[in-house]
């Protein structure tokens, strides 16, 4: 029984109400719509699925099956998280980025799908001179689970690629990523942004904290309470880690090199205005689905 609630017709075992995936999925998705969350019937048929050790197809073949009392325990656990705000992809500890399946964990963003917008300012910055196929060097700075990296590498045959970040916990996380999806040019750093790196980059990525410290508490509780401080707060005007990446991106950047960075809502000027500042020459920002520009490419045209 999930979360107390039965229909007539459901088996029984020991007195219990036993559902079908069927019955379990409509009483997970009412509970998590009555509870105000934005996808309830995909929420549901995701925990259920993962629960079940399936995949959708099959979950959806079998609406029939009574789940077992272990089943239907495990599912009703990872309910409760859910509804304590908890992303589905902790509870299940993966998310698809870029069509790579990635682990997640506690110390590490839940990579989000206008970030790909990140990647694909970035695949445009490469086309723009040349074959993908051609050597390269690429930069992630703030890797997290190795998302933007590994995205890029899997577009860019002959790329090396490091991807730095100051947690230890995520750069094990990261190089775990590379090493499952089997991109053996991956190398991950610990050092703050670019601090132990060395030109010349052709290209250099980053999705940095770049939320204002006073605005963090009025994030999503699923974003306030579960990603990781530090991978959120971008300092008083959330543009601290731009002033940096700026600052040290142009001797980093191979001729013709570019830099591409996530933006947050609103700040696409302000750093734009940074890059710019460096000498660098600055390109519209990239929009995502929503029509929020969400990427900056500064190019090294020197």
């Not at 980053?206 to 990603?227: C, G, H, K, T, W």
């Not at 707060?233 to 830099?259: E, K, S």
Request: glycine content about 8%; aromatic content about 4%; overall charge neutral.
């Amino acid at each position: 029984m999930i979360a107390g609630v039965s229909e007539a017709g459901s088996a029984r075992h020991d007195g219990v109400v036993a559902l079908t995936i069927a019955e379990t999925r409509r009483a997970l998705a009412t509970q998590f719509r009555a509870a105000g969350l934005d996808t309830p019937e995909l929420d549901a048929r995701v925990l259920i699925g993962h629960a079940l050790g399936v995949g959708h197809a099959e979950l959806a073949a079998a609406p029939s099956r009574i789940l077992s009392g272990d089943e239907a325990k495990a599912i009703a656990e990872m309910a409760q998280r859910r509804l304590a705000r908890e992303p589905v992809a902790r509870i299940i500890g993966w998310k698809e980025f870029w069509s790579l399946p990635l682990r997640i964990d506690a110390a590490t963003l839940v990579p989000r799908p206008e970030t790909e917008t990140v990647v694909e300012a970035a695949l445009a910055a490469i086309d723009a001179l040349g074959r993908r196929s051609r050597p390269l060097r690429v930069a992630d700075l703030g890797t997290g689970s190795g998302a933007i990296l590994l995205a890029l590498l899997a577009e860019l045959p002959n790329a090396f690629g490091v991807g730095t970040d100051t947690s230890v916990p995520a750069l094990s996380l990261a190089r775990a990523n590379a090493r499952r999806l089997n991109f053996p040019h991956a190398q991950f750093v610990a050092c703050d942004l670019a601090a132990a790196l060395r030109g010349n980059f052709d290209l250099i990525v980053s999705n940095p904290p770049y939320i204002a410290s006073a605005d963090i508490a009025a994030l999503a509780p699923e974003v306030r309470d579960f990603d990781p401080p530090r991978a959120l707060d971008g300092g008083r005007d959330g543009l601290d880690f731009y002033r940096a990446i700026a600052a040290m991106a142009a001797p980093l950047l191979a001729p013709n090199g570019a830099v591409v960075v996530e933006l947050g809502a609103g700040q696409a000027e302000a750093v734009a205005a940074l890059f710019a500042a460096t000498g660098l020459a600055v390109l519209p920002p990239r929009t995502d689905l929503n029509g929020v520009p969400r990427a900056l490419t500064a190019q090294n045209r020197a």
